[in-house]
C-alpha cells in the first residue's frame, strides 16, 4: 500500500534481467476487470481468492520477480506459500510515511477511497497493524525511511540485487523458512552511502 513494491520489482528485474509481474495487473488482465471493479461488484472476498488463485499459478514460475497487493500475504495462507517458493522482501515504511506516499501520488485503490489526512493515517496504521506480522515474516524485512529519490531507490535495488546473489544470504533464507522468519536484517542506513 504504496510502499513502492511495482516500482522496486521493476528495478530489481531488470538488473537480474528476469520477467517483472504484478499480482495486481496479472488479476486485471485473467479476468479482465480492474481491481476497483471487482472490489465494487463481487466484493473484498471474490478478490482475495483470486489472488490466491493468481499467486498458486505463478508458483511454478521460476526466476520472474513478483510484486504483490499489500494484502495478498494476510490471507488464504498466501504467506506461507510465497516463503516456500522464493525470496521474499518486505519495504518497511511508517504508517506516516505511507500515508504521504499515497497523498502525493494518488491512485484508485479500493480501500482507501475517500480516505484523506487523519481517515488516510488512521486507516493505514489500522491496516499495518493488522498485516505487520505477516510481513515481518519475509527473508529480508528492508527498513526504506531513508529513501526519499529515484537515486536512493536504485542504490537500494543494487544493495538488494547484491544479497539476491550471495550464496551465504540465500543459504540463510532457506535455513529462516525452516526455523525462524522474520529477523530484520537490514535496519535503518542499511545501504552504503
Not at 490466491?52 to 505463478?58: A, F, G, N, S, T
Not at 499489500?70 to 517458493?85: D, F, K, R
Not at 522482501?89 to 500515508?99: G, V
Request: contains cysteine.
Amino acid at each position: 500500500m504504496g510502499a513502492g513494491k511495482s516500482t522496486m520489482g521493476r528495478k530489481l528485474a531488470r538488473l537480474l534481467e528476469a520477467d517483472f509481474i504484478d499480482t495486481d495487473i496479472y488479476i486485471e488482465n485473467r479476468f479482465r476487470k480492474k481491481i476497483a471493479e471487482i472490489f465494487q461488484e463481487e466484493g473484498e472476498e471474490v478478490f482475495r481468492k483470486r489472488e490466491k488463485m493468481v499467486l498458486d499459478e505463478l508458483t511454478g514460475y521460476a526466476g520472474a520477480v513478483i510484486s504483490t497487493g499489500g494484502g495478498l500475504p494476510c490471507y488464504h495462507g498466501n504467506m506461507e506459500t510465497m516463503l516456500s517458493c522464493g525470496t521474499t522482501i518486505y519495504l518497511r515504511y511508517t504508517a506516516e510515511e505511507l500515508a504521504r506516499r499515497l497523498l502525493a501520488a494518488p491512485r484508485n485503490r479500493p480501500l482507501l477511497r475517500g480516505l484523506e489526512g487523519d481517515a488516510l493515517l488512521q486507516y493505514i496504521s489500522d491496516t499495518l497493524a493488522s498485516r505487520e506480522a505477516f510481513y515481518l515474516q519475509a527473508h529480508l524485512v528492508v527498513s526504506c525511511m531513508q529513501v526519499c529519490c529515484q537515486e536512493d531507490e536504485n542504490e537500494l535495488a543494487h544493495y538488494i540485487l547484491t544479497l539476491l546473489q550471495d550464496p551465504l544470504f540465500l543459504s540463510q533464507c532457506a535455513q529462516r523458512n525452516e526455523s525462524a522468519p522474520g529477523e530484520e536484517l537490514l535496519e535503518e542506513g542499511f545501504w552504503p552511502k
